[in-house]
């Protein structure tokens, strides 16, 4: 990171800090979760604050749902990155109404960066990581749960990660086959992004709920948070099989739509 960089981003933490001080209700928010699910994060930037807002928006999801869980759940997160929520995640399903035991997987593409800070997790969070594309993803060990956090992207993020893009139809019936009957899907996107299409992608009869989450903070925060492309995932569906409305597995973004017509030139 070059010297100018982190000067930037020094600054925009800083901004955060003040944010979340100055802010009641940002810090009853952070307080609550904290108190809650056991999680407490030493600094406040704007990776650890989204890590917050993550938890409510799931608690938020998990009880419009009225999702249940059993004592001890298996779980796949796909698009792991660096993983930065990871022991969040955790100790929310742990915590999730009943204490569980959680098997926690994830799996992306082997990349050094992800593949450094993910071993530094692995002395606080139990986990188990799988690199490769997920289409080739195969494990007799199904799950109860399966995450994709702001990962369903469209064709012109893959090529510009360098990674396969996979259309929805081929994708989400390789998901169905990994997970547990009556196993779920939990999708989070972000609608600053142009991501809201993916909910197209899941059939009405699969959802138990969907809804666009902004967290209970005040106006100018939130404002000012939203200036961040993409400081967290807003939107967030949570599905049980049937997954896949062929008809909607469209994106509907004109990035998208140029990037196709052009590869059907080739």
């Given at each position: 990171m ?7 981003r020094r600054?925009?933490n ?10 009641e ?5 952070i307080?609550k979760i904290n108190?809650l699910?056991?999680?407490c994060?030493?600094t406040?930037?704007?990776?650890n604050?989204?890590v917050?807002?993550?938890?409510d ?8 749902a009225?999702?249940?869980?059993p004592?001890v ?5 796909i698009?792991t ?9 955790l100790s929310?399903l ?6 569980k035991a959680?098997?926690?997987h994830?799996?992306d593409f ?6 450094k800070?993910?071993?530094?997790l692995?002395d ?5 990581i ?13 799950f109860?749960?399966i995450?994709?956090?702001h990962?369903?992207?469209?064709p012109n993020h893959c ?7 996979h ?5 989400l019936?390789?998901?169905e086959?990994l997970?547990?009957p009556?196993g779920?899907?939990?999708i989070?996107?972000?609608?600053y992004a142009?991501?809201s299409?993916?909910a197209?992608?899941?059939?009405q009869e699969?959802k138990l ?5 902004d967290?209970?903070?005040?106006e100018?925060s939130?404002s000012?948070l939203?200036?961040?492309f993409?400081f967290?995932?807003?939107l967030?569906?949570?599905?049980r099989s049937?997954?896949?409305d062929?008809?909607g597995c469209?994106?509907?973004d004109?990035?998208?739509k140029?990037?196709?017509s052009i590869?059907?030139r080739?």
């Amino acid at each position: 990171m070059s010297i100018s960089a982190w000067l930037k981003r020094r600054q925009v933490n800083e901004k955060i800090q003040c944010l979340v001080s100055e802010d009641e209700r940002c810090c009853q928010l952070i307080d609550k979760i904290n108190n809650l699910y056991g999680i407490c994060l030493k600094t406040i930037n704007l990776s650890n604050l989204s890590v917050y807002f993550f938890i409510d928006m799931l608690e938020k999801a998990f009880a419009k749902a009225n999702v249940s869980l059993p004592a001890v759940i298996d779980v796949l997160d796909i698009g792991t990155a660096d993983w930065y929520y990871a022991s969040a995640l955790l100790s929310f399903l742990r915590s999730w109404q009943d204490p569980k035991a959680v098997n926690l997987h994830g799996i992306d593409f082997p990349k050094k960066i992800y593949k450094k800070s993910i071993n530094r997790l692995r002395d606080n969070c139990p986990l188990e990581i799988h690199w490769g594309d997920v289409m080739n993803f195969e494990t007799e060990n199904k799950f109860d749960l399966i995450f994709l956090n702001h990962m369903l992207v469209g064709p012109n993020h893959c090529r510009n990660w360098k990674i396969p893009y996979h259309p929805f139809e081929e994708l989400l019936p390789h998901l169905e086959s990994l997970n547990k009957p009556h196993g779920l899907i939990v999708i989070t996107a972000n609608t600053y992004a142009g991501e809201s299409s993916i909910a197209n992608c899941f059939s009405q009869e699969s959802k138990l709920t969907e809804f666009v989450y902004d967290p209970d903070i005040k106006e100018d925060s939130l404002s000012f948070l939203r200036g961040f492309f993409g400081f967290h995932d807003n939107l967030i569906s949570i599905c049980r099989s049937p997954y896949v409305d062929l008809e909607g597995c469209q994106w509907q973004d004109e990035h998208t739509k140029e990037w196709d017509s052009i590869l059907k030139r080739l």
